[in-house]
């Protein structure tokens, strides 16, 4: 069947070709231009006449000018087929559109369309409703397709137009195309070499997976054809297939080495290419290729670059350049990672390399591809000296195109030998600055790449300079760039902070979010540098306020420190002093508060700073109220919560504001930089001897913890430290049962998932918004200040009088019953477990012994025994354990804090856990030990998850029910403790 | 491997494209709005190559016409400039001094010889000769087949008269 027949004939909508992909090619619908018969004047007449009428009408346009379209390309090809054949092709019967077929006959009457075109736009104008038009184009596509069908024979030896139809129309994603595929295969088997040829070029072009596999072995029968041309064809009709289908590629292994033999240069260039794609597609072939072939192509590759003149394949002095690259190309794939087939090559690397004419294009391409194989395959030192040799050349060649291949090159090349790049390196920065997109972002790249501990000063020094003069388009990239440098390499804080803070005020508003929430956790880390950098960062504000995250950073530092600003505290040598008074460092918090280019985040910042300001400017808090209260009625709910809330602190919480405006606790650095990586931070160990003792009982708010935390987070789920809450029940000093309970472990899941979150305050939404909140803030009220309760935890009576009810498990319990249907199955309640060693190491041994109170699967008691191993007597004896967030976990004190030596005895400590998850999930706990042996800190750290399995009573829907309240409480409660409590309260180890 | 390869006019008109890997229509047009918009507007001194979602876009300008054609990071840039280079010459030969009208009226021609060019994104042929007589050949035999044809109709119109 021809193949203009099989499309139309499948679509039997009125639509019979996609609409788009016809006007998507426009110039095709324009008449021939050389009219030289009358019928072609007509056509482009017709063409004007649709167009115009295009425009007039804008209903049912589309199915219009595809009609008209059809009937013009249908014709178009009927013109193309008979202008210069037939003259004066007879004029047909003159019947009334839209009557039977008049179209229909095409070879009587060719072109009487084109009056009836005029009568049929006539007649579609004349349609009172968009029902009629479709009427009308129904009947033209009806009239088009019978057409074809009677005349199915006469299109037999228009293939050529076929296949360029289908090529053009069609892709391999349309169904469509399925039904061509025996037409094809028809025609691959067909006697005339040029049928087979377009066969396989539409094949080579356009076939899908389906269609490579039904038509390989047709493929396949003619790599082996008689004529060359036909096995060219082939060849790249095979390379389509293997991309395809790459399983198919072991049926053309040895019809693509029999290419390799041909003297044919279009055979031979496209069987290497085939080569190539196998070699890509089965590591098979590539052993095959490597084995038998390399020394031919060695050969191939000789006698072509030593070939005398020959003027079919010459271009600019080189026979066949083409044949040369693909040569090249095939050996560097042979010769990567096999240093026998890289050593037979050497030898014509190293003519190519030296020979080739390096004043043209063509050469340079040659000697381009040349480098790349030197580059790729198995180590010679010689050659590759010659390859950087020649790319130095490239580097200084005033073509442009050249200095960028030359660029792209140097990329690879740095791996094999950074110092030869960095010689060119003054070179490579000025194309930084060179006024092609293309060759900046390369070098830029490169660049990047070059930069170590050595350079990074001058370098950097240099890309910020000339991010002042680039233009707006490349500064997005220069500035990750830039970053990316500063915080890769920076030898010291203070460095650092300047050069963020150069780009920060150059293009701050192409800086990413990350980048300056980074340069906050180091500038909080620099406890030397606070002063410096606040006062930096007040000047610099002064000029540059429109750099948002310059503005957002500055804020920050102001409200943390805007005690240093005034005071000059902590000034270094290279600073000028200024004189800032307090009301000029609100006033500028102010400015970026009601600059219009600010965001949320900026404006809802500047409040957190201006409160912070009120407690540490007395002075200034009635203005700062002032700012505030001019917020309360701003449209975004955020900012006009916050203006609610932070008034009322300042007006009515004075006694507490100084406490919850502290500075806040530094956030650990090497967490940051290793949660940011998404990698798990291997720094625990530097954290030895971190948590000292307080004399109330909780933990330093040191890094170390966290980094544990964390560590923990990373690994799965974040891991709270579930005690915090009953930490937060002491604190508040009320009994908030369950819930209390359950922020608590809310909120340190919280300080896993996002550590900036507290740091900023920005995206937590803020205090009073949940229904509880009040009680809580009156009863911190009621016992005088959160610092009283803090003391009442020093007292161990209260700790551990609060610890040991089980008010945090039992009450949640009884909660959470109220959804539990069935009451569990009593053969789990008070279980008797086997007792296992959950820890040893040659100094320490650990063992939990199993109870379940009655009546309650999901909490586990544990009893945990310390054992001492060693000879030596370990004292200030601590253990501590972390759990992830569907675990609870309460840790009872020790019985002693001192552990005596071999064995002697023992400590024993009680942990509650309960299980959120029972059933579903078992208990898994990170634990850590520290202890000193003669004054020395020791810390042990291990990992238990070999508690014993216990049996789910409880159906999954209950479960489910219970996690929503659960998780209901947590946040409700967790957006309280949130901003409230710092940091240090949130990490927790039972302390002897 | 070549993705695609467009002809674009210095007004931005678009004279050929072919695509030899799955662009959906929507797809080919915004391929075609961006690209124009980037290559047209770069000066004249510039590099002939453009960094284009993650692919290379080679392209060169003959008088008032921009040939470009879309290929992978890892190849050959100058090979294709001279691939776009080697089109050019055998459509010089084909018409005699080519010009963007050549193309616009005989884009068909324009295609056929990109065909017995390029299959399936790859060089087929680095002689010129030889692609011109496969295209003569074929154009001959097209000829011979419309002439027959044309008779056929001729006496088929006379008999029903």
Not at chain 1, 195 to 221: K, Q, T, Y
Not at chain 1, 500 to 523: C, P, Q, T, Y
Not at chain 1, 611 to 638: A, T, Y
Request: charged letters at 20%; proline letters at 5%; hydrophobic letters at 40%.
């Amino acid at each position: 069947m021809d193949l203009c027949s099989t499309i139309t004939q499948t679509s039997h909508s009125p639509l019979p070709f996609h609409p788009i992909s016809i006007r998507c090619h426009p110039h095709h619908f324009t008449a021939p231009g050389k009219t030289n018969t009358k019928h072609e004047r007509t056509f482009s007449y017709n063409h004007r006449l649709t167009k115009s009428a295009l425009k007039r009408r804008d209903r049912d346009t589309h199915s219009l000018s595809l009609s008209f379209y059809l009937r013009s390309k249908i014709s178009q090809i009927f013109v193309f087929g008979s202008s210069s054949g037939n003259p004066n092709p007879p004029i047909g019967s003159d019947r009334p559109f839209p009557g039977a077929p008049s179209i229909a006959d095409p070879i009587m009457n060719p072109f009487s369309s084109g009056t009836r075109l005029r009568d049929m736009i006539r007649a579609i104008r004349a349609c009172k409703t968009a029902a009629e038009e479709r009427g009308v184009v129904r009947k033209e596509c009806a009239a088009i397709r019978a057409a074809i069908n009677e005349n199915d024979n006469d299109y037999r030896h228009q293939k050529r137009i076929g296949y360029l139809g289908l090529m053009l129309l069609l892709d391999e994603r349309q169904e469509v195309l399925m039904l061509v595929t025996n037409s094809l295969k028809q025609d691959l088997n067909h006697s005339n070499q040029y049928i087979v040829g377009l066969a396989l070029c539409a094949l080579g072009n356009i076939c899908s997976a389906e269609m490579a596999r039904d038509l390989a072995p047709e493929v396949e029968r003619l790599l082996q054809f008689r004529d060359p041309n036909t096995r060219k064809k082939a060849a790249l009709c095979a390379i389509r297939i293997i991309r395809k289908v790459p399983d198919l590629a072991e049926n053309f292994i040895n019809p693509a080495a029999a290419l390799l033999k041909e003297k044919h240069h279009g055979v031979l260039i496209t069987g290497v290419q085939l080569c190539t794609d196998l070699c890509k597609a089965s590591a098979d072939a590539l052993e095959y290729f490597r084995e038998k072939c390399t020394e031919g192509l060695v050969k191939t590759l000789k006698d072509v670059a030593n070939s005398p003149y020959a003027p079919e394949y010459d271009i600019a002095g080189i026979t066949d350049p083409f044949l040369h690259i693909r040569l090249l190309k095939l050996l560097r794939v042979l010769g990567q990672g096999d240093a026998d087939a890289s050593d037979l090559m050497n030898d014509i690397l190293a003519q190519v390399a030296t020979k080739t004419e390096s004043n043209k294009n063509a050469g340079n391409a040659i000697l381009y591809e040349c480098v790349e194989t030197i580059m790729s395959i198995e180590d010679n030192g010689g050659l590759r000296v010659l390859a950087i040799n020649i790319l130095g050349r490239f580097l200084s060649n005033r073509d442009n195109n050249i200095r960028y291949v030359a660029l792209n090159m140097l990329m690879k090349a740095i791996t094999v030998d950074a110092q030869a790049v960095q010689r060119h390196r003054a070179t490579i920065l000025e194309c930084v600055k060179d006024s092609d997109a293309s060759i900046r972002k390369r070098a830029l790249e490169l660049v990047y790449l070059l930069i170590n501990e050595s350079n990074v000063k001058p370098l950097t020094k240099e890309l910020i300079d000339y991010l002042e003069v680039s233009d707006q388009e490349f500064k997005g990239d220069l500035t990750a760039k830039i970053c990316s440098i500063i915080a890769k390499f920076s030898p010291e804080k203070i460095w650092y902070i300047d050069q963020m803070l150069k780009v920060l005020s150059e293009a701050g508003n192409f800086v990413k979010d990350e980048v300056w929430h980074a340069l906050i956790v180091v500038i909080s880390n620099a406890s030397d540098l606070h002063g410096y950098t606040v006062r930096a960062l007040y000047r610099a504000l002064q000029t540059s306020v429109e750099q948002e995250s310059l503005v957002r950073v500055a804020v920050w530092c102001i409200g943390e420190y805007g005690d240093m600003l005034i005071n000059n505290v902590g000034m270094l040598d290279i600073e000028d002093p200024i004189t800032v008074t307090e009301s000029d460092a609100v006033d500028i918090i102010e400015l970026a508060i009601k600059c219009h280019t600010s965001d949320l985040t900026t404006k809802a910042m500047s409040l957190i700073a201006l409160l912070k300001l009120s407690s540490r400017f007395p002075s200034c808090s009635e203005r700062i109220r002032d700012i505030i209260v001019q917020n309360r009625g701003n449209l975004v709910l955020e900012l006009q919560q916050r203006s609610i809330e932070f008034n009322s602190i300042i007006q009515k919480h004075q006694n507490i504001r100084s406490a919850l405006v502290e500075r806040m606790p530094v956030l650990d650095e090497a967490t940051f930089i290793g949660r940011r990586a998404g990698s798990m931070p291997a720094t625990v160990s530097t954290s030895s001897g971190a948590s000292l003792n307080l004399p109330n009982g909780v933990a330093k708010p040191s890094a170390a913890p966290l980094v544990d935390l964390l560590d923990l987070s990373l690994d799965d789920a974040p891991a709270p430290s579930s005690s915090g809450g009953d930490f937060l029940q002491d604190l508040l000093g009320v009994d908030l049962s369950p819930s209390s309970n359950q922020s608590g472990t809310n909120q340190a899941s919280k300080t896993g998932t996002d550590v900036l979150l507290d740091l900023l305050s920005i995206e937590t939404p803020p205090v009073q918004s949940s229904s509880s909140p009040p009680d809580v803030l009156s009863s911190i009220q009621d016992s005088k200040s959160p610092v009283a309760s803090l003391e009442e935890l020093a007292l161990p009576s209260s700790l551990s009088g609060q610890a040991t009810t089980p008010v945090g498990a039992a009450p949640m319990m009884d909660l959470l019953d109220g959804f539990v249907s069935n009451p569990p199955k009593p053969e789990n309640n008070g279980s008797v477990y086997p007792s296992v060693v959950a820890f040893e190491s040659s100094a320490l041994r650990i063992t939990f012994d199993f109870s379940k109170p009655p009546g309650n699967p999901q909490t586990t008691s544990i009893q945990a025994t310390f054992t001492n191993l060693s000879p030596n007597v370990y004292t200030d004896f601590i253990f501590q354990a972390a759990v992830p967030k569907f675990l609870q976990l309460h840790l009872d004190p020790a019985s002693s804090n001192t552990l005596p030596a071999t064995g002697n005895g023992s400590i024993t400590q009680n942990l509650r856990v309960t299980n959120s998850q029972h059933g579903k999930k078992s208990l898994v706990m990170r634990i850590r030990i520290a202890y000193k042996i003669n004054d020395k800190d020791v810390l042990e750290e291990g990992q238990i998850s070999n508690f014993p399995r216990v049996q789910s009573s409880a159906s999954m829907v209950q479960f489910g029910a219970v996690f929503c309240v659960h998780y209901y409480i947590i946040f409700l409660l967790g957006i309280l403790v949130i901003e409230f409590l710092p940091l240090r309260h949130r990490l927790e180890g039972a302390h002897v | 491997m070549i993705h695609f390869v467009l002809l674009i006019s210095r007004q931005g008109k678009v004279r050929l494209t072919k695509w030899y890997s799955p662009y959906t229509q929507k797809e080919r047009t915004k391929v075609l709005r961006e690209l124009s918009g980037v290559i047209l507007t770069r000066g004249p001194k510039l590099c002939n190559f453009v960094e284009w979602r993650g692919y290379k876009v080679v392209y060169k300008r003959y008088a008032s016409l921009y040939f470009c054609m879309c290929i992978d990071q890892e190849d050959n840039e100058l090979e294709v400039l001279e691939i776009i280079h080697h089109y050019v010459e055998i459509l010089d030969r084909y018409f005699g001094s080519v010009c963007e009208l050549d193309l616009i009226f005989n884009f068909h021609k324009a295609y056929y010889i990109l065909d017995e060019l390029l299959i399936a994104g790859e060089l087929q042929e680095s002689s010129k000769k030889s692609v011109a007589r496969l295209i003569s050949a074929q154009d001959s035999l097209v000829e011979m087949a419309k002439e027959q044809r044309s008779s056929i109709s001729n006496i088929i119109a006379q008999a029903t008269k």
